[in-house]
């Protein structure tokens, strides 16, 4: 059994004693450490959620500004292909028609060239004829 005498008080009043200066000198210093990590770490925290939201909005910031770039670029790119179609097909149309007025010129000259050949070669032809006529005959004509 157990006996309550006067060395039990004297235990629980140093054990009392001994919780006061430990409460004092080791209990409240570390909970006050333990208070400001406390508030140190969730401030981190904190700025970190915010630092991660801001990196979120700017990257979508980012992400807007370079489809808005790509959509300009392609429009841009559109525009430039369908002004170099029509410059191609402006620029073929006047080397066709060129083209068309060089082989005219060329037809015509050859026809013109054909018809002097012809006229030449019938004069040719005639004096040629008249010659050989004279030798067979032996006369002039």
Known sequence: MINLDFSFVF?????????????????KPIRKVLAQRNAEI?????????????????HALYENRMREIKAR???ERSGLRKEA????????DKARKDAADTLS???????KESADARQLLKEQALSLSSEICEKVLGRSI
């Open 85 to 92: 179609q029509v410059e191609e097909a402006a620029i073929i």
């Open 42 to 58: 969730s401030g981190a925290k904190e700025k970190s959620a915010s630092v991660d939201k801001e990196v979120q909005e700017k």
């Open 73 to 75: 670029a392609t429009d």
């Open 105 to 111: 010129a060329i037809k015509s000259k050859v026809a």
């Open 11 to 27: 235990q629980l009043v140093n054990f009392l004693l001994l919780m006061l200066v430990l409460n004092i000198f080791l209990f």
